[in-house]
């Protein structure tokens, strides 16, 4: 089992830069590849980024391409969603996810979301 937990959101001006962290419990952590998601009001929960175990790969959706970066620290059982340059469609309940069986799968773990609202 894991545990996820999320927290850096909040509101920003759009142009501004927030970070997300996601805490994890749990004795497998290094071994996961973790990733973020969101989702806006009236739409889909929707990939935003994730990293392979290791920090060796990293992927992103296009919308956040050269804006955001995705980043993990094993020893903190931490990773983190660096995100720049924000813009109003930025603003989403942004969830952090443990992928137990590759990033190709759906996750199989997911935080309680954390509210990021970016304000034009």
């Known amino acids: 089992q894991m545990q996820l937990v999320e927290s850096g959101g909040g509101l920003v001006q759009a142009g501004g830069s927030l970070r997300l962290s996601c805490a994890a419990s749990?004795?497998?952590?290094?071994?996961?590849?973790m990733g973020w998601f969101r989702q806006a009001p009236g739409k889909e929960r929707e990939f935003v980024a994730a990293i392979s175990a290791l920090s060796s790969n990293t992927r992103y959706a296009d919308a956040v391409k050269g804006r955001f970066t995705i980043s993990r620290n094993d020893a903190l059982k931490t990773h983190y969603l660096q995100m720049n340059s924000l813009k109003p469609e930025d603003t989403a309940v942004y969830y952090c996810?443990?992928?137990?069986?590759?990033?190709?799968?759906?996750?199989?773990?997911w935080g309680q979301g954390t509210q990021v609202t970016v304000s034009s």
């Open positions: 996810a443990a992928y137990s069986a590759g990033w190709h799968t759906s996750p199989d773990y």
């Open positions: 749990g004795r497998t952590f290094i071994a996961y590849p």
